[in-house]
T-cell receptor
């Protein structure tokens, strides 16, 4: 079984500041990990994914995440926030293989960006 | 441009009504999923399907059923809607790349 915990349901940053969204997971097998973003009134869009290759994963819109097995973490970062980054972000885990798509999601973190 | 289309963006139904939520994908994906999204709970898997006429229960299947008669279409059915089924419903598909493609969601209100 797997689970995901996102620390902080709301995160607020100033434009230009560092964005850090935290995600911790538990999984009984080596996991595949994902970050998705949801803009208002839209479905979810993939930001980036970790599938057991490089531990530092780069995604779209300047986001990246680092897989740390010892800390069971997959935190999402962006060096400089932009107003257009305001959205809800979801971390998700799956054991992969034939379970593709059978993701377990965290509860989501709403990112607010102030001018 | 790849697409997952959910037929209804907003629905209002009465308690006890039968509700159909339709989802169509144009990517020839084998795998399709129905998730429910509630504030503070994230997304929870209701049902999924890896092939035509095949279905498997997810984490919260109670009160729901599904139908997959064609590869591109996956329907979610609420046999007798209840107020606790008021929610956002998201359909998704994948072809074993690990990336889920989502529709824009169907927001259901049950009165």
């Amino acid at each position: 079984a797997q689970s995901v915990t996102q620390l902080g349901s709301h995160v607020s940053v100033s434009e230009g500041a560092l964005v850090l969204l935290r995600c911790n997971y538990s999984s009984s097998v080596p996991p595949y990990l994902f970050w998705y973003v949801q803009y208002p009134n839209q479905g979810l869009q993939l930001l980036l994914k970790y599938t057991s290759a490089a531990t530092l994963v780069k995604g779209i819109n300047g986001f990246e995440a680092e897989f740390k097995k010892s800390e069971t973490s997959f935190h999402l970062t962006k060096p400089s926030a932009h107003m257009s980054d305001a959205a809800e972000y979801f971390c998700a885990v799956t054991p992969g293989g034939t379970s593709y798509g059978k993701l377990t999601f965290g509860q989501g973190t709403i990112l607010t960006v102030h001018p | 441009d790849v697409k997952v289309t959910q037929s209804s963006r907003y629905l209002v139904k009465r308690t006890g009504e039968k509700v159909f939520l339709e989802c169509v994908q144009d990517m020839d994906h084998e795998n399709m999923f129905w998730y429910r999204q509630d504030p503070g709970l994230g997304l929870r898997l209701i049902y999924f399907s890896y092939d035509v006429k095949m279905k498997e229960k997810g984490d919260i299947p109670e009160g729901y059923s599904v139908s997959r008669e064609k590869k591109e279409r996956f329907s979610l059915i609420l046999e007798s809607a209840s107020t606790n089924q008021t929610s956002m419903y998201l359909c998704a598909s994948t072809s074993n790349t690990g990336e889920l493609f989502f529709g824009e969601g169907s927001r259901l209100t049950v009165l």
